[in-house]
């Protein structure tokens, strides 16, 4: 799906910004930081700008957020839904030497019977080591 339809299906309007983190997010491989993002960005774009449209794509579920060593990452969740089905959680693994975090989709962690009174709102699971190319 292009940026301009995951917009108009979301209900936002097709912003040249939007349309270019989307862009930058569709393309990466890997979660990217609001910082890794802006750096990618064919256009200027301030960091606050940046950061507003990241949150509003993740307020509106089209994004995936990481929290990481208080970084946050972020991942188009079209490109990151696990192979078992979609609205799955799934690994994170972050590689202690290049740093780069990587969406395990294919290891799905089952939900957790949480204690009467406790509601989740997101899970994140992540392993630390080093990725095949480090290795």
Do not use: W
């Not at 995951?6 to 097709?14: D, F, P, R, T, V």
């Not at 990217?32 to 579920?61: A, M, Y």
């Not at 929290?67 to 991942?75: F, G, M, R, S, T």
């Not at 975090?101 to 899970?123: A, Q, R, S």
Request: charged share 25%; glycine share 4%.
């Amino acid at each position: 799906m292009d940026s301009a339809t995951i917009l108009e299906k979301n209900g936002l309007s097709k912003t040249r910004n939007r349309m270019n983190i989307l862009n930058v997010l569709k393309h990466s491989s890997y979660p990217l930081s609001g910082k890794e993002i802006k750096g990618s960005l064919s256009e200027k774009c301030d960091k606050s700008t940046v950061h507003r449209t990241l949150n509003s794509l993740f307020e509106r579920q089209i994004l995936q957020r990481i929290i990481i060593d208080h970084e946050v990452k972020y991942a188009l969740r079209t490109n990151h839904i696990s192979k078992i089905g979609q609205n799955k959680d799934h690994l994170h693994f972050k590689c202690t030497l290049c740093n780069k975090l990587f969406c395990l989709t294919e290891i799905v962690v089952k939900d957790f019977n949480l204690p009467d009174g406790f509601v989740k709102e997101e899970n994140q699971f992540l392993v630390f080591g080093k990725c095949n190319e480090c290795r």
